[in-house]
């Protein structure tokens, strides 16, 4: 697998612990790893017991971990749009911008921009400084949107900088100061804000794409619905030109199993794990099986055999 | 016929070239014109920034904000205006009558 490794899926499938496990591996092998997640629902935390939060923490040797905190990340931008406009705006409606920004602060959207942008930060700023980067993501839906959004931001800013230009020139046009406008263009600050905020999107979607840096995993169960949404999800993602080589089938029974119930099950799994055959044969396929204990840093090791051979 | 006076000939004729100038001049009607598209065109560019604001959900609002310090001297005059367009009707009549 390349340098960044996202792993997705449905809820509940074992990202966590296929992630967890997978970057174990990576430490194992002397990679200096760090795991990411994005789902604002933390679960690292939970499999190595201990805090993490938004700062890089060290669970052991090589490996570092973060949980990004969407409201913490868009506080952040917000106090710092707080602090860069005293020096911009008149003082008298300090009070009522502020007012403003703290109810954007809080609005639905705002929370994944934020993930995102913390995500991208992450990446650009740390890539020297590991040998891979693993994210754990949250399930599918929030991660098809996160993935999206350069795309789709990309375009609504390019759509914004072309508005502002015209209506700039507009003005040109009617003042006749023609040279005292050029260089207020040239000055504007919304377009240079404008502009700056568009590289960013270039420059994530770039990353997101780029097959020889980027790897994205999809884990699943031997389960009718896990298998019918990383079908929509592969196919979604081909669309963005983010392909899938490898999932992760996790939780398989035992070969052996007794009773009725159980023997049932196993039957209905055989079916499932014929499809998935069938349907992503041209991906590569690491099977875990379902273990009898919760899943802790003592068992990471265990499930991370799966793993073996893989770079 | 009296004399007119040179003194009120000058003042007629001056007052002649006024009007004729507001009545013809294409130019100040044009650049007033554009003045208008200019405005327009400023609070569409802010609707597409700030739509949240009227309730219109922005897939970038997040990232708007930052300009907000430098707009937010336009954003209550642009509010009020946006708020009072009644009728794309009445609006775009008005472009052409006044």
């Given at each position: 697998?390349n340098k960044l490794v996202f ?25 200096k790893t760090l795991l990411v997640s994005t ?15 938004s700062r890089i ?7 570092y971990?973060f949980e990004i905190?969407?409201?913490?990340e868009?506080?952040k931008y917000?106090?710092n ?31 994944e921009s934020a993930v995102f942008d913390k995500l991208m930060e992450i990446i650009i700023d740390y890539q020297k400084d590991y040998d891979r980067i693993i994210i754990?993501t ?8 996160l993935l999206?959004l350069p795309e789709?931001l990309g375009?609504?800013m ?37 502009n700056e905020r568009k590289r960013k999107m270039e420059k994530a979607r770039e990353i997101l794409t780029d097959g020889d840096l980027v790897s994205f ?25 983010i ?69 | ?62 990232y708007?904000?930052e ?32």
């Amino acid at each position: 697998m390349n340098k960044l490794v996202f792993f997705g899926g449905k809820g509940g499938v074992g990202k966590t612990t296929a992630s967890s496990a997978y970057a174990y591996h990576c430490t194992e092998k002397g990679e200096k790893t760090l795991l990411v997640s994005t789902d604002p629902a933390h679960s690292l935390c939970d499999i190595f017991e201990r805090k993490i939060g938004s700062r890089i923490t060290e669970i052991k040797e090589n490996l570092y971990a973060f949980e990004i905190d969407p409201e913490e990340e868009s506080k952040k931008y917000i106090n710092n749009i707080k602090k860069n406009m005293k020096d911009v705006v008149s003082p008298i409606i300090v009070k009522e911008i502020e007012r403003q920004l703290d109810a954007a602060a809080v609005s639905p959207g705002s929370d994944e921009s934020a993930v995102f942008d913390k995500l991208m930060e992450i990446i650009i700023d740390y890539q020297k400084d590991y040998d891979r980067i693993i994210i754990d993501t949250a399930p599918t839906g929030h991660t098809l949107r996160l993935l999206s959004l350069p795309e789709l931001l990309g375009g609504w800013m390019d759509k914004l900088i072309e508005k502002r230009k015209k209506a700039m020139e507009l003005y040109e046009m009617a003042t006749r100061e023609d040279k005292k406008m050029e260089s207020i263009i040239k000055k504007d600050p919304v377009l240079s804000k404008l502009n700056e905020r568009k590289r960013k999107m270039e420059k994530a979607r770039e990353i997101l794409t780029d097959g020889d840096l980027v790897s994205f995993v999809f884990v699943l169960n031997p389960e009718k619905l896990p298998i019918d949404e990383t079908k929509k999800a592969v196919t979604t993602l081909g669309k963005y030109n983010i392909h899938i080589k490898e999932l992760i089938i996790n939780r398989i029974l035992p070969i052996k199993t007794e009773g009725k119930f159980w023997e049932n099950r196993k039957k209905l799994e055989d079916k499932y794990m014929k499809e998935i055959e069938d349907v992503f044969s041209n991906k590569r396929l690491i099977k875990i099986p379902l273990i009898d204990e919760d899943v802790k840093m003592e068992n990471l090791k265990h499930i991370s055999k799966y793993f073996e051979g893989m770079n | 016929m009296r004399v007119i006076k040179l003194k009120n000939k000058r003042e007629l004729i001056d007052n002649l070239k006024e009007f004729l100038k507001s009545a013809f001049d294409f130019k100040e009607n044009s650049r007033q014109r554009i003045r208008k598209e200019a405005y327009d065109e400023m609070d569409n560019f802010m609707l597409l920034c700030f739509g949240d604001l009227l309730g219109i959900p922005v897939p970038t609002a997040y990232y708007t904000l930052e300009l907000l310090p430098y707009l937010a001297e336009d954003l209550e005059g642009w509010e009020r205006r946006i708020m009072a367009r009644e009728s794309i009707y009445g609006d775009r009549w008005g472009d052409f009558c006044c």
